[in-house]
């Protein structure tokens, strides 16, 4: 059966996506070093699946450590690649921090799918590749433009990197550019785990609700938006995860050498700050307290996605709409506070 090394497998998108391969039949093993995530997601990966997978505590920054993985694993027919920082904040404050983590583990995963023939690789993108966009929706062929974060720089030398590669390797690499992922597996067994204050809208929405933080913050009220705030697109962890392993089944049935595609991962639907918090109020039956703040530094005024090419050339839709991520996520951050799950402290 084909095996498939996901990076990142006990991180939020990561471990979701191996619950999709494995009910999706895929066989799977996971490398995470556990710098930015919980060991125990493995647990909620199993209650989920009845099924255990197997992580290497792998520091990917070593290619000494990367390489062992790949000779005890010479079979693997794929690579999904999510191991990296990712806090915008952060990537400003540390940005060396950002660029060896996220470029060094690249380039020695990268030195061993040339020397083990991997024939497929799918690599975790960002729609901050797009900066500030002059128009929205953005599709595939929006000219990227300068980065707004060191993090988001990661990813556009990311993916510069893959379009080299593929063109002096066989291998072939599907670019997934992600937008704004948020809530939970509906089971409530996994979900999102911010290390410290939440940085991003959801977590911080129902951590606020429950009181484990201060009242939300909105970062500016005054943009020449609908009603003042930021527009995003928000898109449902589990339809990202889908979409993974769509993007697998779509490197096997087509089966080319040096191709690599950039799609677009989101819902198509832009969603403002205030509305996003109206549909939590709706999903939760809850009132959330929130006070207006300055605008965030970094923060693109709007973007949200055209989804066609992620349709067309993968057959993917979401299936949840932002109410029904708030669901989700409300429900998950309940369960966790309660000690309901195998996470909970
Ligand atoms: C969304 C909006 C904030 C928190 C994220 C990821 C980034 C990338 C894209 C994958 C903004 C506002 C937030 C709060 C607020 N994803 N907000 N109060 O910045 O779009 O980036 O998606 O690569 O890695 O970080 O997401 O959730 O931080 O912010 O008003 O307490 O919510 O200002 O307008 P962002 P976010």
Not at 15 to 26: A, C, I, K, M, P
Not at 55 to 63: K, P, V
Not at 76 to 97: D, R, T
Not at 255 to 273: D, F, M, P, R, Y
């Amino acid at each position: 059966m084909k095996k498939i090394l996901v990076t990142g497998g006990t991180g939020y998108i990561g471990s979701h996506t191996l619950v999709d391969l494995l009910e999706q039949g895929y066989n799977v093993i996971s490398a995470d070093n556990y710098s930015r995530s919980d060991a125990r997601m493995l647990q909620g990966i199993e209650t989920i699946t009845g099924k255990k997978v197997k992580n290497y505590a792998t520091d990917l920054c070593s290619l000494t450590d990367t390489r062992k993985i790949f000779e005890e694993n010479p079979d693997l027919s794929g690579i999904i690649h999510f191991a990296a920082y990712k806090a915008v904040g952060e990537s400003v404050e540390q940005p060396l921090l950002y660029f060896e983590n996220n470029i060094q583990s690249l380039l020695n995963l990268l030195h061993c799918v040339q020397e083990y023939k991997v024939p497929y690789f799918v690599f975790s993108s960002s729609c901050t590749v797009y900066g500030e966009p002059e128009s929205i929706p953005v599709t595939e062929e929006t000219p990227l433009r300068p980065a707004a974060s060191p993090y988001g720089l990661t990813k556009q030398i990311g993916e510069q990197l893959l379009q080299d590669f593929v063109k002096a390797t066989d291998c072939s690499a599907l670019l997934l550019r992600y937008f704004n992922p948020a809530g939970a597996h509906p089971s409530a067994q996994i979900g999102e785990l911010p290390i410290g204050k939440p940085q991003n809208l959801v977590p911080a929405i129902t951590q606020s609700a429950l009181g484990v933080i201060d009242a939300l913050t909105v970062h500016g009220t005054d943009y020449p938006t609908r009603d003042g705030s930021c527009v995003r697109d928000y898109i449902h962890v589990c339809d990202l995860a889908r979409a993974h392993t769509q993007a697998l089944q779509l490197l096997e049935k087509e089966n080319k050498t040096h191709a690599c595609e950039a799609i677009n991962l989101g819902s198509g639907t832009g969603v403002t700050v205030l509305e996003a918090i109206r549909a939590f109020e709706k999903a939760s039956g809850r009132t959330l307290e929130w006070t207006a703040g300055p605008r965030r530094p970094g923060d693109v005024m709007a973007i949200y996605a055209n989804n066609e090419k992620a349709t067309s050339r993968l057959g993917w839709r979401a299936a949840y709409d932002v109410e029904a991520i708030m669901a989700t996520a409300w429900a998950w951050e309940q369960r966790y506070r309660n000690g309901e799950t195998v996470l909970s402290r």
